[in-house]
Protein backbone atom coordinates (compact mmCIF):
# COMPACT_ATOMS: atom_id res chain seq x y z
CA UNK A 1 0.00 0.00 0.00
CA UNK A 2 1.47 3.69 -1.04
CA UNK A 3 1.71 5.89 1.45
CA UNK A 4 0.35 9.28 0.86
CA UNK A 5 2.36 12.52 0.92
CA UNK A 6 1.03 13.89 4.06
CA UNK A 7 1.91 10.69 6.16
CA UNK A 8 4.85 10.56 7.91
CA UNK A 9 6.48 7.71 10.69
CA UNK A 10 8.67 9.05 13.31
CA UNK A 11 11.67 6.65 14.53
CA UNK A 12 9.25 4.66 16.75
CA UNK A 13 7.23 3.43 13.98
CA UNK A 14 4.01 6.02 14.91
CA UNK A 15 2.28 7.65 12.24
CA UNK A 16 2.02 11.46 11.91
CA UNK A 17 -0.24 13.62 9.68
CA UNK A 18 1.89 16.46 7.93
CA UNK A 19 0.80 19.41 5.59
CA UNK A 20 2.15 22.49 4.66
CA UNK A 21 -0.94 25.76 5.88
CA UNK A 22 -1.22 27.47 2.16
CA UNK A 23 0.50 30.60 1.85
CA UNK A 24 -2.41 32.87 1.79
CA UNK A 25 -3.70 31.50 5.27
CA UNK A 26 -0.38 31.60 6.98
CA UNK A 27 -0.76 34.86 9.04
CA UNK A 28 -4.53 33.82 9.73
CA UNK A 29 -3.49 30.43 11.11
CA UNK A 30 -0.66 31.37 12.74
CA UNK A 31 1.54 28.42 11.09
CA UNK A 32 3.15 26.81 8.31
CA UNK A 33 2.38 23.40 8.96
CA UNK A 34 -0.01 21.19 10.22
CA UNK A 35 1.39 18.62 12.62
CA UNK A 36 -0.55 15.80 14.12
CA UNK A 37 -0.11 12.28 15.66
CA UNK A 38 -2.28 9.98 14.42
CA UNK A 39 -1.23 7.18 17.49
CA UNK A 40 -1.32 4.18 15.60
CA UNK A 41 1.17 2.28 14.29
CA UNK A 42 -0.95 0.43 11.82
CA UNK A 43 -0.79 2.02 8.21
CA UNK A 44 -4.21 1.21 6.72
CA UNK A 45 -5.42 2.98 10.42
CA UNK A 46 -3.33 5.90 9.77
CA UNK A 47 -4.41 6.34 6.12
CA UNK A 48 -8.07 6.27 7.30
CA UNK A 49 -6.92 9.03 9.83
CA UNK A 50 -5.15 10.89 7.96
CA UNK A 51 -7.88 11.40 5.59
CA UNK A 52 -10.30 12.52 7.37
CA UNK A 53 -7.91 15.04 8.98
CA UNK A 54 -6.83 16.29 5.55
CA UNK A 55 -11.03 16.73 4.97
CA UNK A 56 -11.64 18.83 7.78
CA UNK A 57 -8.43 20.75 7.25
CA UNK A 58 -9.56 21.69 3.69
CA UNK A 59 -13.11 22.46 5.28
CA UNK A 60 -11.48 24.85 8.12
CA UNK A 61 -9.42 26.43 4.93
CA UNK A 62 -12.40 27.37 2.57
CA UNK A 63 -14.31 28.67 5.66
CA UNK A 64 -11.47 30.84 6.25
CA UNK A 65 -10.44 31.96 2.89
CA UNK A 66 -15.03 32.81 2.93
CA UNK A 67 -14.34 35.14 6.19
CA UNK A 68 -11.37 36.95 4.50
CA UNK A 69 -13.16 37.38 0.97
CA UNK A 70 -16.37 39.68 2.49
Do not use: C, D
Not at 20 to 42: D, N, Q, Y
Not at 61 to 69: L, P, S
Amino acid sequence: MKLPSYLQRNRFGIYYFRRAVPEALRPTVGKLEIIRSLRTRELRRAIWHGRALALQLEYRYQTIETRMAR
